[in-house]
């Protein structure tokens, strides 16, 4: 596929996952899709995975939002750099532990990586660099 065509197919599946219709989220994804966060280590996997994602990021993260400042796409991949901010308003647990609420609102300049397979996603990689008052 082209660079531009990847580019779509990301913004695409982003939108969709988070306006939690998963079912087209999941058609812009490979039935074999990694979704990694790497600052908790935690990997999801398939469709039910990505939604799995979308729903725990959602949960701990209330009124979640993001703006995509930079988007870098070639005929294997798509990087993008956003800033999310979101109201971290409950308690999540994590494979590396508890996290406690801090009840406030956030920010974080972030990225993703997403490999592409086919014309899908099949690898979404997230990093983050949280503030000091993030979980």
């Given at each position: 596929?082209?660079?531009?065509?990847?580019?779509?197919?990301?913004?695409?599946?982003?939108?969709?996952a988070?306006?939690?219709?998963?079912?087209?989220a999941?058609?812009?994804?490979?039935?074999?899709?990694q979704?990694?966060?790497?600052?908790?280590g935690?990997?999801?996997?398939g469709?039910?995975?990505?939604?799995?994602?979308?729903?725990?990021?959602?949960?701990?993260?209330?009124?979640?939002?993001?703006?995509?400042?930079?988007?870098?796409?070639?005929?294997?991949?798509?990087?993008?750099?956003?800033?999310?901010?979101?109201?971290?308003a409950?308690?999540?647990?994590?494979?590396?532990?508890?996290?406690?609420?801090t009840?406030?609102?956030i920010?974080?300049r972030?990225?993703?990586?997403?490999q592409?397979?086919d014309?899908?996603?099949?690898?979404?990689?997230?990093?983050?660099?949280?503030?000091?008052?993030?979980?």
């Amino acid at each position: 596929m082209s660079a531009g065509d990847n580019a779509a197919t990301v913004r695409a599946l982003i939108k969709a996952a988070y306006e939690r219709d998963y079912e087209t989220a999941a058609s812009f994804a490979s039935p074999n899709i990694q979704v990694v966060d790497e600052r908790t280590g935690q990997t999801f996997t398939g469709h039910d995975g990505l939604r799995e994602f979308v729903e725990y990021w959602l949960s701990v993260f209330r009124d979640y939002q993001h703006d995509i400042t930079n988007m870098i796409a070639d005929e294997h991949g798509v990087s993008i750099e956003y800033v999310f901010q979101a109201w971290h308003a409950h308690d999540a647990s994590l494979q590396s532990g508890e996290v406690p609420s801090t009840r406030h609102s956030i920010q974080s300049r972030s990225a993703a990586f997403f490999q592409m397979e086919d014309g899908k996603v099949s690898g979404y990689h997230l990093y983050y660099n949280p503030p000091e008052q993030f979980p």
